[in-house]
């Protein structure tokens, strides 16, 4: 009896564990009047734009470091106009920001994916890319591993940009400011589509991009404490030794990425003269 009473607790607790978070205990929807859902009992959270409004939700929790994952089905046929941001983000004037940016395109032309990191306030970091899939027929994984050395933007596991600490040589790197996670589906047809040459076609509204399957294994910070420092220290040393803490792209990663901005990669700021007439920010000539 006392083994049978055993085999059901132990079966019990592995059941609490697996239960995954749902939609309505990690993020608030934060405006849209209506437009953003969370549906199939918080497994699927939805966004949409039509003529009136966007919409968007965020994170009910902030993190310091972590590798945050989620799924993204974009707007699917003719989204020119439209931008669904993905990003992480502090606030305040000297905020630090970590962002995705999908770009819509007309019907039958791949979208833009657009990247970017703001240290204290300071932008002008931006990568893009053309998908080598159609991101509309299918959920694929974006992630960012952000830990005190990297923050590397991921595509289905597959590396696209790694964004270095290079503090010691004078470049700010984001490491002391806790972000949130946002989302958001706007109208950006002044912009976003041909430098904002192609506009939106609201006959096709209401546009709808989808999400499943977040995961951020990550420091949550509360209260000017990080979860990962020990309860007796103010430096964040990581729970347990988590394995993105000091992870970083070994040789097939790196050759990976580098096919990626080989074949995919439509824009680097280093590589923009007329932007930079002065001369390519510094970080350009270390990496």
């Given amino acids: 009896m006392a083994s049978l009473i055993h085999l059901l607790l132990c079966s019990s607790l592995a059941m609490t564990m697996a239960v995954a978070a749902t939609f309505y205990q990690d993020f608030d929807l934060t405006w849209g009047d209506g437009r953003a859902k969370i549906l199939n009992n918080g497994q699927l959270l939805t966004l949409s734009l039509d003529r009136t409004s966007g919409s968007g939700f965020q994170s009910k929790k902030e993190f310091l470091f972590g590798k945050i994952d989620m799924q993204l089905k974009l707007v699917p046929g003719n989204s020119a106009g439209t931008v669904t941001a993905y990003y992480l983000s502090s606030q305040g004037p000297t905020h630090d920001e970590i962002d995705f940016e999908f770009l819509g395109n007309l019907t039958g032309d791949p979208y833009t994916l657009h990247t970017n ?3 204290q306030g300071k932008g002008n970091r931006e990568m893009q890319f053309k998908l080598w899939f159609d991101p509309t027929k299918d959920f694929h994984a974006y992630s960012v591993l952000w830990n005190p050395r990297h923050v ?18 004078g470049i700010p790197f984001p490491k002391n400011q806790p972000m949130r996670i946002y989302s958001s589906l706007w109208n950006a047809d002044d912009w976003a589509t041909r430098g904002g040459l192609v506009k939106t076609n609201w006959n096709n509204a209401p546009f709808t991009a989808s999400y499943r399957n977040f995961n951020a294994d990550a420091c949550v910070w509360s209260s000017g404490i990080s979860s990962c420092a020990p309860r007796n220290s103010s430096s964040a040393v990581p729970a347990a030794a988590r394995g993105w803490w000091s992870q970083e792209l070994d040789t097939p990663s790196q050759d990976r990425m580098r096919w990626v901005q080989k074949n995919y990669m439509i824009y680097h700021y280093c590589t923009d003269l007329k932007r930079f007439p002065q001369g390519f920010p510094p970080e350009c000539s270390m990496t």
Avoid: C, H
């Fill in 152 to 169: 590397i933007f991921m595509v289905d596991g597959t590396p696209i940009r790694d964004f270095k600490n290079l503090e010691s040589r």
């Fill in 117 to 119: 990191v703001y240290t």
